[in-house]
């Protein structure tokens, strides 16, 4: 499983970005996918996570201003960030689990695959 991160870039407070994360080398029917954020000298925390049926979970920080979505035609995981705020700079990685969990998981040590991630930076 390979997994590759786009769309992050410097945004003002308030504005919105796109990332993506395609997917390659993924056979299974049953998964979990999440997004990640790791800003300097801080933990790796959870965004937001999706199963394969389209069930997602995310954390309190985010909710109401990041949407998580799939399409599986282009085997790509979506992170629409809307309302950003200077606190949502850092690092944002992709994850896939092979074994499901509905919902997904916010536990950075659940998943088997990592992307290398791409920086969002919140300025003015």
């Known amino acids: 499983v390979q997994l590759v991160e786009s769309g992050g870039g410097l945004v003002q407070p308030g504005g919105s970005l796109r990332l993506s994360c395609a997917a390659s080398g993924i056979i299974d029917r049953w998964y979990v996918m999440g997004w990640f954020r790791q800003a300097p000298g801080k933990e790796r925390l959870g965004v937001g996570s999706?199963?394969?049926?389209?069930?997602?979970t995310y954390a309190d920080s985010v909710k109401g201003r990041f949407t998580i979505s799939q399409d599986n035609a282009k085997n790509t995981l979506y992170l629409q960030m809307n309302s950003l705020k200077p606190e949502d700079t850092a690092m944002y990685s992709c994850a896939f689990r092979r074994r499901w969990i509905r919902g997904g998981s916010l536990e950075p040590t659940m998943y088997d695959y990592w992307g290398q991630g791409t920086q969002v930076t919140v300025s003015s």
């Open positions: 999706t199963d394969s049926d389209g069930s997602t």
